[in-house]
């Protein structure tokens, strides 16, 4: 966190809205809760998977010089003597010596606690990574560490990718995974825990190109977030100095997001050079070096790594969708989500709970859940529905009423402007299919009208 920053949403209306709709729940919580683990309810884990498919959509599906990959959590333990992690992932911690809470001494305003201002012990270096074993005996030599960070899977099956996809340079292989870091201090809901999700790219190319490929990444990523609905203001980037970067980067750069809590970074891309290949080439015994047919030479590719955080998105997705709107003196809160991101892509809703409409709108219900997320509510008043529906970030709901019978024509009513247009039951499909991938709402199919309505009933 850098600098302070005009709050927009505040943090605790996230955390509620998240609470009473089932997007996130603390974990654990008939038992006290655990703290920084959460778990993501019906919803969260819609939007979640969302943001995970439109990652995977961009940088693996649609592009020829890239592959996936999912790597095991445990992994050899020579492989964090390589990267570093084992000497050198640790953060300064230091203890209060009255009330006993441990504390970052690197973000530590003055030298006594924050708590109680007792006096703190010296500062040690206290390592990060999460410590299990693996096989029933519980020794040295067994022990084994969760990751703390899916990077180093992909580093270690360079050469197995190489093999068997014949990818030439420059290429990438991405990963999506969990990563477990002990962290001293936590917080802000999801954006600091200990158990997290990364969405992570290593970009292997020829050594000097690295400058063009990085500033390739930089652009490439940062449009990702806006293409995805984030507003461009609330998003920079940010060099990191020489005594910020990590130790295996010889360039850093951020992706911030105005957070409600100030500007943090949601992203990292580096450039590692062939840090992790000469490494991991020189602990485990075997050559990484890659074969360039052009030039005939062997030598060890560089790497640009985009590394995104998956709870980190998910916050900034919503925080930047949240609203609220004042009408007719009661709030209308609202998530303007991405159609793409929107844990719901419609919801049907019947005017009565009489046979006949009910009949239809379960019909159009099980016809549109084939090909999304769809949920269907009959209960209280169509204003409250619409409500309801608004505050998850529902784009469109779809209501059947009587003349629907006589007409076999429903009505689209969409989130943001809630506008409305009348359309043929036999179009709904293929209507809301263009619309959830941006078409205008007042573009219609042939024998639809656009719905006169005076104000939404509440
Ligand atoms: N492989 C490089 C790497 O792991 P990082 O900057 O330490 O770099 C990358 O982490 C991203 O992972 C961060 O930008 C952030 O989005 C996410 N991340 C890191 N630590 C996290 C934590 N404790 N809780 C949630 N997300 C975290």
Not at 182 to 198: M, P, V, W
Not at 240 to 245: A, D, F, V
Request: charged residues 30%; glycine residues 6%.
């Amino acid at each position: 966190m850098t600098e302070q920053a005009p709050i927009k949403v505040d943090m605790e209306k996230i955390v509620s809205l998240c609470r009473r709709r089932g997007f996130i729940f603390p974990s654990s919580e008939i038992y006290g809760g655990l703290s920084s683990c959460w778990d993501y309810g019906p919803l969260g884990v819609e939007l979640k998977r969302n943001i995970k498919e439109a990652w995977w959509r961009a940088v693996v599906q649609e592009r020829d010089d890239m592959v996936g990959l999912d790597a095991s959590i445990l992994m050899h333990p020579q492989i964090w003597e390589a990267s570093g992690h084992l000497k050198g992932f640790a953060d300064p911690l230091v203890e209060c010596k009255s009330c006993h809470l441990r504390w970052r001494s690197d973000e530590l305003e003055n030298s006594n606690c924050p708590s109680c201002g007792g006096e703190l012990t010296e500062s040690r270096l206290f390592n990060l990574m999460f410590k299990t074993f693996i096989g029933p005996v519980e020794d040295e030599a067994s022990v084994v560490y969760l990751r703390p960070e899916t990077a180093q899977g992909i580093f270690v099956n360079f050469q197995n990718v190489v093999n068997t996809t014949r990818k030439r340079l420059p290429f990438g292989i991405a990963q999506i995974g969990k990563a477990f870091r002990n962290e001293i201090t936590t917080g802000n809901f999801i954006f600091r825990s200990r158990e997290f999700e990364q969405m992570e790219i290593e970009f292997f190319i020829k050594p000097v190109t690295d400058k063009e490929w990085f500033n390739y990444w930089l652009e490439e990523r940062l449009n990702w977030y806006v293409k995805l609905g984030i507003k461009r203001e609330n998003l920079r980037l940010r060099q990191h100095t020489k005594e910020e970067l990590a130790h295996y980067a010889r360039e850093c750069y951020d992706i911030d997001y105005l957070f409600p809590m100030g500007w943090s970074e949601l992203e990292g891309i580096a450039n590692r050079g062939d840090f992790d290949l000469v490494q991991h080439a020189s602990v485990s015994g075997k050559s990484l070096d890659y074969f360039d047919e052009e030039s005939k030479e062997h030598f060890l590719p560089y790497i640009i790594e985009p590394s995104a955080g998956v709870d980190r998105s998910t916050l900034a997705f919503l925080c930047d969708a949240y609203d609220e709107e004042l009408e007719d003196g009661e709030t209308r809160v609202l998530l303007h989500f991405h159609p793409t991101l929107a844990p719901i892509k419609v919801a049907v809703l019947p005017l009565s709970r009489q046979e006949k409409p009910v009949t239809v709108a379960k019909q159009i219900y099980t016809d549109l859940r084939q090909q999304w997320m769809v949920s269907y509510d009959d209960a209280q008043s169509i204003g409250r529905r619409y409500r309801r529906q608004d505050e998850i970030g529902t784009p469109f709901c779809v209501t059947v009423d009587f003349q629907s019978l006589e007409d076999e024509q429903a009505t689209i009513r969409e989130r943001d402007t809630m506008n409305q247009i009348r359309v043929p039951i036999v179009d709904l499909k293929t209507t809301l299919q263009a619309k959830l991938e941006g078409e205008s709402l007042f573009i219609l199919p042939p024998g639809g009208s656009i719905w006169k309505v005076e104000r939404e009933e509440r």
